[in-house]
């Protein structure tokens, strides 16, 4: 996956972050540079989730009124979660990015606030209302962005799930004959 | 033929009566269908007409609403700069003219950013206000921007009384509460002897080293009563749209430095 372009589509991710807000208040709901991580995590580059995470969460961080640092490790720790997940299970199926997505906006949401409250830093909207909408909001829009961020990196990703496929037809195919 | 030129007097004819009478159905008839065909092909060549004019019609709607929502947008503006020029007026305190151009995109906290900075002369802690009453205070400056916690979120503050400064014992804090999401803050301290309603105006004392006293800050809108021993649990409007906002004003107000004793109150040293 070329750098150039995980930089582009995360810069677009934040631009989108900080200004859609104001076009529509339930916008901001949607997290787009944690769309982006969950999507480079899932293509197992450890590294790079992990860079991209730090990045998009402490940008986020200096332009909101939280901590800063609480987003960048929220989105850090995700990134890396995810990775180890793919690395151990197969994530590649475009139905399973759906729950890993939800659970993505959980996990990185519950860190950030729990981060704050420990430090005497509650946020100032409820919380369970405020999840809610956001795992609503990343969940459906970050169902078509993995899509659209399939198109634009198409290469690697698709041959890696074509693999994966391949290792899957491979692995049954030889069970018979490991059991003879 | 002959017999009727000769007639002098011009009197009708029996043939021309009765012609006229079988004949004028037929006429009107024929007048009526014709005229319909006339139509019809006069609508079909005017058809090509029709359309472009009716694209010309459209394009002059679109613009003019346009224009009419652009004139709203200006009569809005100028609303709120004439609300923001009466407040400078009765405070009495220089204040920079600032423009909201971002909002929280972590929608966790209630903050801000204005296009002004240290370069106008923004401080941090400095009061923003619209002519609807306080927004909230400067946490962070930067050359050109500046971010503003707004009162709704939990760590912002002022010193309110109910009712007017000076003639109300009302005296309590009002902060933001995350349960009432943005439009409502709370009262807190005020002692539950005091007389306070819904629809009564909550003020700025100005004791809490931020906001100069005497700004508004919105309108009671529930009042849970106390009792001698339990302070009023009230809930409050603030004046100011913290939904909408577009134009505030940061007040340069410094607040007045408290003298501090020359020599230690007697009570200061704890004696054993």
């Known amino acids: 996956m070329s750098q150039l372009k995980i930089a582009a589509v995360l810069l677009i991710s934040i631009v989108l972050q900080l200004s859609l807000r104001e076009v529509w208040r339930p916008l901001a709901y949607i997290d787009f540079p944690l769309i982006v991580v969950v999507y480079i995590a899932l293509q197992r580059e450890a590294w790079q989730a992990l860079v991209v995470g730090t990045l998009a969460g402490l940008i986020v961080d200096a332009r909101s009124g939280g901590l800063i640092g609480a987003g960048g490790f929220s989105k850090t720790l995700t990134?890396?979660?995810?990775?180890?997940?793919?690395?151990?299970?197969?994530?590649?199926?475009?139905?399973?990015?759906?729950?890993?997505?939800?659970?993505?906006?959980?996990?990185?949401?519950?860190?950030?606030?729990?981060?704050?409250?420990?430090?005497?830093?509650?946020?100032?909207?409820?919380?369970?209302?405020?999840?809610?909408?956001?795992?609503?909001?990343?969940?459906?829009?970050?169902?078509?962005?993995?899509?659209?961020?399939?198109?634009?990196?198409?290469?690697?990703?698709?041959q890696r799930r074509q693999f994966a496929t391949r290792r899957r037809v491979a692995r049954r195919s030889t069970g018979p004959l490991r059991r003879r | 033929m002959a017999v009727d030129a000769r007639d002098a007097n011009g009197e009708q004819k029996i043939l021309r009566v009765w012609t006229q009478t079988f004949a004028s159905p037929l006429q009107t008839a024929s007048s009526k269908a014709s005229g319909a065909t006339v139509g019809f092909f006069e609508q079909i060549w005017n058809f090509r007409s029709t359309a472009a004019?009716?694209?010309?019609?459209?394009?002059?709607?679109?613009?003019?609403?346009?224009?009419?929502?652009?004139?709203?947008?200006?009569?809005?503006?100028?609303?709120?700069?004439?609300?923001?020029?009466?407040?400078?007026?009765?405070?009495?305190?220089?204040?920079?003219?600032?423009?909201?151009?971002?909002?929280?995109?972590?929608?966790?906290?209630?903050?801000?950013?204005?296009?002004?900075?240290?370069?106008?002369?923004?401080?941090?802690?400095?009061?923003?206000?619209?002519?609807?009453?306080?927004?909230?205070?400067?946490?962070?400056?930067?050359?050109?921007?500046?971010?503003?916690?707004l009162i709704t979120d939990e760590k912002a503050g002022a010193g309110a009384v109910v009712g007017q400064l000076g003639q109300s014992g009302a005296l309590g804090s009002v902060r933001g509460r995350a349960d009432?999401?943005?439009?409502?803050?709370?009262?807190?301290?005020?002692?539950?002897?005091?007389?306070?309603?819904?629809?009564?105006?909550?003020?700025?004392?100005?004791?809490?080293?931020?906001?100069?006293?005497?700004?508004?800050?919105?309108?009671?809108?529930?009042?849970?009563?106390?009792?001698?021993?339990?302070?009023?649990?009230?809930?409050?409007?603030?004046?100011?749209?913290?939904?909408?906002?577009?134009?505030?004003?940061v007040l340069l107000y410094r607040p007045p430095q408290r003298s501090t004793p020359q020599q230690p109150l007697q009570n200061a040293e704890r004696t054993r």
Do not use: C
Request: net charge negative; glycine share 8%.
């Open chain 1, 79 to 158: 990134a890396y979660i995810i990775f180890f997940a793919a690395t151990k299970v197969n994530l590649e199926n475009p139905l399973l990015r759906i729950p890993v997505l939800a659970a993505a906006t959980v996990l990185d949401s519950a860190i950030y606030v729990f981060w704050h409250r420990l430090l005497g830093y509650p946020p100032g909207v409820p919380f369970v209302q405020t999840i809610s909408y956001k795992l609503i909001a990343t969940t459906v829009v970050g169902t078509l962005v993995l899509y659209m961020l399939d198109a634009v990196m198409s290469g690697e990703s698709a």
């Open chain 2, 53 to 149: 004019e009716n694209e010309q019609l459209k394009e002059r709607l679109s613009k003019a609403e346009a224009e009419v929502h652009a004139a709203r947008q200006a009569e809005a503006e100028n609303e709120r700069l004439k609300a923001l020029l009466n407040l400078n007026e009765q405070i009495d305190i220089k204040s920079v003219p600032a423009r909201v151009i971002a909002r929280d995109p972590s929608v966790w906290f209630n903050t801000i950013t204005i296009n002004r900075g240290t370069t106008s002369g923004i401080t941090q802690n400095m009061p923003v206000v619209t002519g609807g009453g306080i927004v909230g205070r400067v946490i962070t400056v930067s050359p050109w921007a500046s971010q503003v916690m």
């Open chain 2, 180 to 249: 009432l999401g943005v439009g409502i803050i709370e009262m807190r301290y005020v002692s539950g002897l005091e007389t306070v309603e819904a629809g009564d105006n909550v003020m700025t004392t100005g004791q809490d080293g931020i906001y100069p006293p005497g700004l508004n800050i919105g309108k009671v809108v529930d009042v849970k009563k106390g009792s001698a021993t339990q302070a009023h649990q009230i809930l409050i409007q603030p004046g100011a749209q913290l939904d909408h906002l577009e134009d505030v004003a």
